[in-house]
């Protein structure tokens, strides 16, 4: 089915109506004859209503279109059957389902809509009020059959806020419908029911549904005027003559040179697109994931910016003046080298052209006093030229605050381009540019989330913390259950050191008693007695002897415990060298 534009009536401010709806027409008069032959057959349905109310259903239009125009494909049918459907020439009588999609089967029941609600029909235009309307006199009704839907009742909702003004009209003519609707049959107030809900539908479909009846932006010009403007005199050649030899001087540069300033381009900003490069929405993507972390730091001003948007800046000097964060940092730059004159003309100037109609002409008798005046203490270095061409503006333009929006830009031109080859170069080599680069790239914000990018691995000591003691090992509740004593260094809470997490009973089997060692059998060795300690480093600090201080246990031999008094305290086995189990906490 081709799609063509009718011609366009001069008369009408409506759109041009395409060809395709002219088809369809045709199609759903050929397919309503009664004459039994030629069209489809309505069928009764009894259980439907009260009264019997004729349908068909999907497989007889798809039937009947296979047999009209000769159609194979089922398939094809039902897609002609399915647009005839949703552009409002049927409409299903249950109302429930959830597209307006034929299927080849008899599970759905359609009836035809009445030609008053066909599409593009001058007396049947969906405009709001007319909406609004119909959404009353529903309110108005029943509301266990009439109810409103969700999505109808917020509609409902923001059209009468929009037509305050009209709420009584709407009201009103809501209730003379209705009133009218009283005195009809039953089967005609079931069918007008049907019929305006499809329309309805169709021009204002539920959410998730395709509107198929967009029509796009609306006309801000009457068709008289277009044809107005076809009536060609010689004003109108004078200008298209004038216009083409404009175009002639324009230079044309070649498609292929288009294409490859576009792909350099490409290539250039790429790495700074979230959507092309996944590593530009670092540490966490907002569109894939709920994390507004990205967000927090891409902020328009922040502490320290992200690496990217610091490397950004050194591709153009537009990249970093159109930046806020950027732009501060120029100016802290431009203050210590005391140039910042250039930088407060340009953003006044640039306030001043977006800024309100009613302030252009004191903003630019403000601007030209401050930086543009001789001996001012902010005037800018522009050569004579520039601030003749300026002021000669500005007594043509006097009194016109809509022409002195730009009179400026010769001078803001100028020091653009002052700051662009002079300052620019200088605040990329500075320092304050090459810090902000490292602390850039040194956040440790990028760390915590994503820990690639270096090739040390990074190796956590485990040293337990004081006030936490860990749970101790069976070789350590050995040696402690064998020292008895008020010192702190035999507490059984005692942290060990990070040197004597091993097992203790391991390093015993390793060592043997010496009598180089200086230790008898038995003894306990300390830190504190190793040569070139004193014992005086640590008298007084009992923190300071349980962190460094830890005990050691020797094999000792039977014999030497009968004949040494010292073991005695100890209270040690006289067999064998096996301690006796912990008993402490229970």
Not at 479 to 494: A, E, F, L, Q
């Amino acid at each position: 089915m081709t799609v063509q534009r009718e011609m366009m009536a001069v008369d009408q401010d409506s759109k041009p109506r395409l060809s395709v709806f002219s088809k369809m027409e045709k199609m759903i008069v050929a397919m309503a004859k009664s004459d039994g032959e030629t069209g489809i057959v309505m069928r009764a349905k009894r259980n439907l209503f009260s009264d019997q109310i004729e349908s068909f259903s999907g497989c007889d239009i798809v039937d009947w279109l296979k047999k009209q125009y000769n159609i194979s494909d089922v398939k094809e049918a039902c897609y002609l059957a399915t647009n005839l459907c949703q552009y409002g020439y049927i409409y299903p009588i249950d109302f429930k389902l959830s597209s307006y999609t034929v299927k080849y089967d008899r599970s759905a029941e359609y009836r035809f809509q009445a030609p008053y609600f066909w599409p593009f029909r001058k007396d049947g235009t969906a405009d709001s009020i007319k909406y609004a309307i119909y959404l009353q006199k529903r309110s108005l009704r029943n509301k266990q059959k009439h109810g409103l839907e969700p999505y109808e009742q917020e509609a409902f909702d923001k059209l009468l806020k929009v037509f305050a003004d009209k709420k009584e009209f709407i009201e009103k003519q809501a209730r003379e419908q209705v009133s009218e609707a009283k005195k009809q049959r039953r089967k005609e107030k079931i069918l007008l029911d049907l019929q305006e809900k499809a329309f309805w539908r169709v021009h204002r479909p539920p959410p998730g549904c395709i509107k198929t009846m967009e029509e796009g932006p609306k006309r801000y010009f009457q068709p008289s005027q277009m044809a107005a403007r076809r009536r060609k005199n010689k004003e109108s050649f004078k200008a298209e003559i004038t216009f083409l030899k404009k175009a002639l001087e324009r230079p044309k540069p070649k498609l292929s040179k288009v294409l490859e300033s576009y792909l350099t381009w490409n290539e250039q900003y790429q790495e700074y697109d979230p959507f092309l490069d996944p590593n530009a929405a670092l540490p966490s993507n907002p569109w894939v994931s709920d994390d507004t972390l990205f967000w927090e730091v891409t902020d328009t001003l922040v502490k320290i910016p992200t690496e990217l948007r610091v490397k950004k800046w050194a591709i153009s000097f537009f990249n970093l003046v159109k930046d806020e964060q950027g732009l501060r940092e120029f100016e802290d730059f431009l203050r210590k080298e005391y140039s910042l004159e250039n930088i407060r003309f340009w953003k006044e100037v640039e306030d001043m052209k977006n800024g309100p109609r009613s302030a252009i002409e004191t903003r630019v008798e403000w601007i030209c006093s401050e930086f543009l005046s001789k001996n001012s203490p902010k005037e800018i270095n522009v050569d004579s030229k520039t601030l003749e061409i300026v002021n000669k503006s500005r007594e043509e333009m006097r009194g016109k605050p809509e022409s002195m929006r730009y009179i400026l830009d010769p001078a803001q031109e100028h020091i653009y381009l002052l700051m662009k080859k002079d300052s620019y170069p200088r605040f990329l080599r500075s320092e304050q540019y090459i810090n902000l680069k490292e602390m850039a790239h040194n956040q440790p914000l990028k760390k915590r989330f994503f820990a690639f990018g270096s090739g040390k691995t990074q190796i956590k000591r485990q040293t337990p913390s004081p006030k936490s003691p860990r749970r101790s090992t069976s070789s350590e509740r050995e040696v402690n259950s064998d020292i008895s004593g008020d010192s702190p260094i035999h507490s059984i809470n005692t942290p060990m050191h990070s040197y004597s997490t091993g097992n203790l009973k391991d390093m015993d089997m390793k060592q043997t008693p010496t009598s180089s060692s200086g230790l008898s059998p038995g003894q306990t060795r300390r830190r504190s007695d190793e040569p070139g300690r004193t014992r005086s480093m640590n008298a007084g600090d009992p923190r300071r002897k349980s962190n460094l201080e830890v005990p050691r246990s020797f094999p000792i031999s039977a014999e030497k415990r009968k004949s040494d008094a010292t073991l005695l305290s100890l209270n040690v086995p006289a067999k064998n060298n096996i301690v006796a189990p912990w008993e402490g906490n229970q």
